[in-house]
């Protein structure tokens, strides 16, 4: 490969790198840069946002087996395991289901808005990703719709420069088994990489089982020195039992933690991603034209809804879109210039019947042991639309200050046909609300504004106020909530096509830099969302609606430290304290103004320590902690909280062969990965994986 595209290679690598320190030569190593925050290639220190890394070469390392393993390595940023791959994300934000995260790979959002999806991480290859970026608060003046809490951005690995193969296979207790096969080359133009990934278990608790089948490729090809063009697809494939979830209550959970009261959840998932990504750049210009197609299928019998309404529902819908933008640099105060535009067109569909499940047992323990299909409850046809402009510019009055400012418009519109007749279905007792065929469409400015200014060489202060929001889902608008009676059906059904997007606002000053060989980053903030979606009675008609009434405030702190103790020895810090407080939130189960939101620990944070004593051994224990947290809105019920330790390392044995290991939860703890007061208001846990080892081997060639 000639030194031209050996160095525009290198330079793409760091564009879809989380971070990168590659050098014109081997004497210079430049700053650490970031693509989430504006979407380019930035300085991290000019970036007034607060963005997590963790880097390719560390989840590599990690080999982790669910998303949880490496998130925490962000300060501020949480996961928590629900089932499989599933989980739960706390960025800025209680532990939540809720669509107020933005899941992209390379930049590109891996589901269309209106069709979140909150396990969006597992749909995407992450042992075998390049790197994660976490653009924490709201983004939505780049990235649109549900980027409140944050942007998750997961990078796909770069092709190799030479024919390279990476395999490894791993087990571990609980019919762990993984196989993780990657391969590449590199040519005069370019180069390709695939990667697979192959997992299963049969889980730890009884009837957990799950496999996943993985594949991501990547082309790179130049033409000429200006010219790129960068292919990926992404696949995957998912079947689970998701009773691993199921709550217990508080005997079971003691002594009794692989029990499952729910064995008959289930989801199965289907996820494709393809795109082209063509750039050209001049010496102060860049035209970027991205082209995708997402299809995405689910079938799910979900465990959260097994003891209010239990259904069985398949769900599908693709995406055609287009990402285009244009970057102007001026020389003039290193003035930039982004402008872009944003397509999304994405039918979908809902099929979905109600289901008569055999129970055994009353309140809080009672199991679901069989079930038989019912009648059809929802059977409908949506299509989301969406245009997006968008502008960015950033400018430097001097030296040591950049400014930065953007605007983003989205007109979003819901085409819906319904193959029911409007009113309700009615099942037994249960009515199931229908609208009629209609057109639901959303419009919203959102900007932001931001400065950066350097009080020394490694001293740096950022400040900024961005504006995000989140425009109702697919299925909060046209899959209301069951519903007691006809009219209620009717009620619920009518409010929900009245919904209006949700609002977020934060202020945030920032402060990173390097001192004495310690590198930090802190950030205060605070974020406020209004017009969340509420139940309510109106007080008219005395029916139970859904309605935007909602204010929530989020107040937090954010530090990340990296400090090299002696040779060989290094301590990384993420840690974060935050209350999530109600400011108005009165629903038709009572007033909860001022109150703390539930499960939204004050302290998260995760430390670790790694000894590397020679270039081919590595250890680390790691420390995760989760505070206590309310179990309800009105906080009368904790849960504790807890501390985990983690053990990883790996050895090379020659060149090409390395053995590695983990033990989860090396003290063996009993802990709840989610809490929350179930039927009767009995506290009820689902428990977190027992001490678990698992070990394998990797050659290379």
């Known amino acids: 490969m000639g030194a031209d595209k050996i160095r525009a290679l290198a330079a793409l690598s760091c564009v879809w790198a989380t971070s990168c320190s590659f050098a014109a030569d081997a004497d210079t190593i430049l700053d650490q840069v970031t693509v989430t925050a504006t979407r380019e290639q930035a300085r991290l220190v000019e970036t007034p946002a607060s963005v997590g890394v963790v880097k390719g070469a560390d989840i590599a390392a990690d080999k982790p087996s669910h998303p949880a393993e490496v998130m925490s390595q962000i300060p501020g940023a949480a996961v928590a395991v629900t089932n499989g791959e599933g989980h739960t994300t706390a960025i800025r934000q209680p532990f939540t289901t809720s669509p107020v995260y933005l899941f992209l790979e390379d930049g590109i959002p891996s589901r269309s808005t209106g069709f979140f999806n909150h396990n969006g991480l597992y749909e995407i290859n992450i042992p075998q990703a390049g790197g994660i970026e976490v653009n924490r608060g709201p983004s939505s003046a780049l990235y649109g719709s549900d980027a409140i809490g944050g942007v998750v951005n997961v990078l796909t690995r770069t092709p190799p420069r030479k024919a390279e193969a990476i395999g490894s296979v791993e087990i571990g207790e609980h019919g762990w088994r993984r196989a993780l096969v990657s391969g590449g080359d590199g040519y005069e133009n370019g180069g390709w990489r695939a990667d697979l990934n192959f997992s299963a278990t049969d889980g730890w608790r009884d009837d957990t089982g799950y496999d996943r089948k993985s594949a991501t490729l990547r082309w790179d090809h130049f033409i000429g020195d200006s010219t790129s063009l960068k292919t990926v697809l992404g696949f995957s494939q998912i079947d689970q039992d998701t009773g691993a979830n199921s709550p217990l209550v508080r005997d079971d959970y003691r002594h009794d933690p692989t029990r499952n009261y729910l064995p008959i959840a289930f989801r199965k998932v289907s996820a494709l991603r393809l795109s082209t990504s063509y750039e050209h750049e001049t010496e102060n210009a860049l035209l970027s034209i991205t082209p995708y197609v997402r299809d995405n299928s689910m079938d799910l019998l979900a465990s959260f809804a097994l003891r209010f309404d239990p259904s069985i529902a398949e769900t599908e819908n693709r995406s055609y879109g287009l990402m285009a933008k244009w970057r102007q640099d001026f020389a003039p105060m290193r003035a930039r210039l ?165 609002k977020a606002d934060q202020y945030e000053l920032g402060l990173r830099g390097v001192l004495a060989g310690v590198s930090y980053d802190l950030v205060a903030y605070e974020l406020t969302k209004r017009d969340d979606i509420v139940s309510q009675r109106d007080p008219v008609t005395t029916q139970t609606i859904t309605t935007n009434a909602g204010k929530t405030r989020h107040r937090g702190i954010e530090l990340g430290l990296g400090a090299p103790i002696r040779d060989g020895l290094r301590l990384d810090v993420a840690f974060s304290y935050a209350r999530h407080e109600y400011v108005d939130w009165v629903t038709s189960q009572g007033d ?27 250890a680390q224990i790691e420390w995760i902690r989760i505070g206590s947290y309310w179990l309800d809105d009105e906080n009368t019920e904790k849960y504790g909280g807890h501390s985990l330790f983690n053990f990883r390392g790996d050895l090379a044995l020659t060149r090409s062969l390395s053995l590695f290991g983990s033990i989860h939860n090396l003290t063996d703890r009993r802990y709840a990965e989610s809490a929350q007061l179930s039927t009767g208001r009995t506290p009820a846990y689902s428990p977190g994986l027992p001490r678990t080892v698992i070990a394998g081997v990797e050659a290379k060639w």
């Open 338 to 502: 982004i402008a872009g535009i944003d397509v999304d067109m994405s039918p979908g569909g809902r099929r979905e019947n109600r289901i008569n499940p055999t129970t055994r047992g009353t309140g809080a323990s009672q199991e679901f042991i069989a079930y038989t299909v019912g009648p059809r409850i929802y059977d409908y046809e949506v299509e989301y639309r969406g245009i997006s402009p968008y502008i960015h510019g950033e400018i430097s009055p001097t030296d040591r200050l950049r400014l930065t400012a953007g605007l983003r418009y989205d007109d979003m519109r819901y085409e819906f046909s319904n193959r029911f007749a409007p009113g309700a279905v009615q099942v037994g007792n249960s009515f199931y609300g229908q609208a009629a065929d209609t057109s639901v469409s959303y419009h919203r400015a959102t900007p932001k504004i931001g400065a950066t200014y350097a009080l020394g060489k490694d001293t740096h202060v950022f400040a900024s106020y961005n504006q995000g929001f989140r425009a109702p889902s697919e299925s909060q608008i046209f899959r209301p909530s069951r519903a007691g009676s006809l009219a209620s059906a009717r009620a619920l059904a009518q409010s929900a096509l009245e919904l209006e997007a949700i």
């Open 592 to 618: 909860f103004g001022g109150n703390e939101q539930q499960s939204a620990p004050r302290v998260m944070s995760n430390t670790r320590l790694t000894w590397t004593p020679t270039s081919s051994a590595r």
